[in-house]
């Protein structure tokens, strides 16, 4: 985020009555330069200027012979349907791709965003292999399972790296193997669960190999169980390889997900999710180039240096020194999947840029998200406006039925993008004419 300029006029924050129903000041202007002909600008409400709502979506399944809509000049077709909660996707060095299936459980962690009953975790690892690339897996098997809630992935230096909820764990791996029989070790403790969905535990490797990246969601909407709570949470880490040498690379991040490096960079990104009930219009959630070191607000702040009025102007210090976010992925989008078409996949017209699946709202009176977006790039910064790329997840424009949730997005050796879609059970496939 180095030669950035942030300019912003910030809210005075006006004294809450108990029900939120006094006047509110006036919205906040956020703008961030990306290049000489690019700024990305939002404005945002006042807190409160919406009421808070709770509205969530009904998944009713995808109609035989449905799909998602993705841009003219593309098909979308199932990979493979009928799975336990798919919500990751790594695509292996030699093409393999590997599924990891898990939910939310019933953990003493708030659940806000579904009304079904929370079940037992699948905690399975499934393994597709495609070798002629028609789309269709001549290989389905279970790789790995009795894991606890298993998410990232990674294979690394002969290593087979999980991210379980509560710890990253490393398998010895050979390349092609089918079946992880050898036992792991886990190498990094990690706090366990978290509200609503941050019991997700991402893991990317930086271009060398020589760190590994390790995302950790908030345990809490806004701190409201204490800060102690929150030890080592809301954090990118930074360790290697063996697991040692912990640090905090980027801190403030309140649910910090999808993570990958800026083509022709060094520079790691990431999807986060921002905080709840404060309005339809915040906090938007965004994606943006992590700075070592660098704090991003939560949950003193957000988006920038505007103070959360439930922290009731505490560490002023940290407000000050927030990061304004590169990209708005608007409001309570559920941003989680992030991954960048560095190697010229799909069409040149989406070389470089970044995509971004999002599950979807539950805090907004009309539903938002439920799609993957594109977001342009030159030269390793964001060049455009977000676009829409793979829609149609809602039944109908003001709708509460949505047909699936998106969540990770990768791409395939033969250049396809793939899709999980957990609650829809199924991977899509998008691949050009």
């Not at 808070?52 to 349907?81: C, H, M, Q, Y």
């Not at 499934?126 to 399972?145: A, I, W």
């Not at 809301?234 to 912990?246: K, Q």
Request: net charge neutral.
């Amino acid at each position: 985020m180095n030669n950035k300029m942030y300019t912003a006029s910030f809210l005075l924050l006006a004294v809450l009555t108990a029900c939120h129903s006094a006047k509110h000041s006036q919205g906040i202007t956020a703008t961030v330069q990306h290049t000489g002909t690019y700024n990305d600008s939002i404005v945002l409400p006042a807190p409160y200027a919406t009421p808070d709502v709770r509205n969530v979506s009904k998944v009713t399944g995808w109609p035989e012979g449905k799909t998602p809509v993705a841009p003219d000049g593309f098909t979308v077709t199932k990979l493979i349907d009928g799975l336990d909660n798919p919500r990751w996707i790594y695509v292996a060095p030699n093409g393999d791709i590997f599924i990891a299936m898990a939910n939310t459980i019933s953990d003493g962690f708030t659940k806000t965003a579904s009304d079904y009953v929370p079940r037992k975790s699948s905690n399975t690892i499934l393994l597709l292999r495609d070798t002629d690339g028609d789309g269709v897996p001549e290989l389905k098997t279970v790789f790995l399972k009795g894991l606890n809630r298993p998410f990232g992935m990674l294979i690394l230096n002969n290593a087979f790296y999980v991210g379980n909820t509560d710890g990253l764990w490393m398998y010895p791996y050979t390349e092609g193997q089918t079946v992880m029989t050898a036992p792991g070790k886990k190498i990094l403790d990690l706090p366990a669960g978290g509200y609503n969905n941050h019991w997700t535990r991402n893991v990317i490797a930086s271009r060398d190999g020589k760190k590994l990246y390790v995302s950790v969601g908030s345990g809490s909407n806004v701190a409201e169980h204490g800060i102690d709570n929150e030890k080592r949470r809301a954090n990118i880490l930074e360790i290697n390889p063996d697991g040692t040498g912990e640090r905090i690379f980027a801190s403030g991040l309140r649910n910090p997900v999808g993570m990958d490096w800026a083509p022709g960079t060094n520079t790691l990104w990431t999807a986060v999710n921002e905080r709840d009930n404060l309005g339809d219009d915040l906090v938007p959630d965004y994606a943006t180039s992590v700075q070592e070191n660098g704090f991003y607000g939560w949950p003193y702040a957000y988006y920038g240096k505007n103070p959360d009025p439930r922290r009731n102007g505490e560490r002023m210090d940290l407000v000050n020194s927030t990061i304004t976010p590169d990209i708005s992925m608007g409001p309570h989008t559920a941003s989680l999947g992030l991954v960048f078409n560095e190697k010229n996949y799909l069409t040149p017209a989406y070389y470089g840029g970044m995509f971004v699946g999002q599950h979807g709202s539950w805090n907004r009176s009309e539903l938002s998200g439920y799609k993957v977006v594109f977001v342009p790039f030159a030269n390793g910064k964001p060049s455009g406006p977000v676009q829409d790329f793979l829609t149609g997840f809602i039944v109908s424009k003001g709708s509460n039925n949505v047909y699936g949730r998106p969540v990770g997005v990768a791409f395939t050796h033969d250049g396809a993008m793939l899709v999980s879609d957990d609650a829809g059970k199924t991977i899509w496939r998008v691949k050009a004419k």
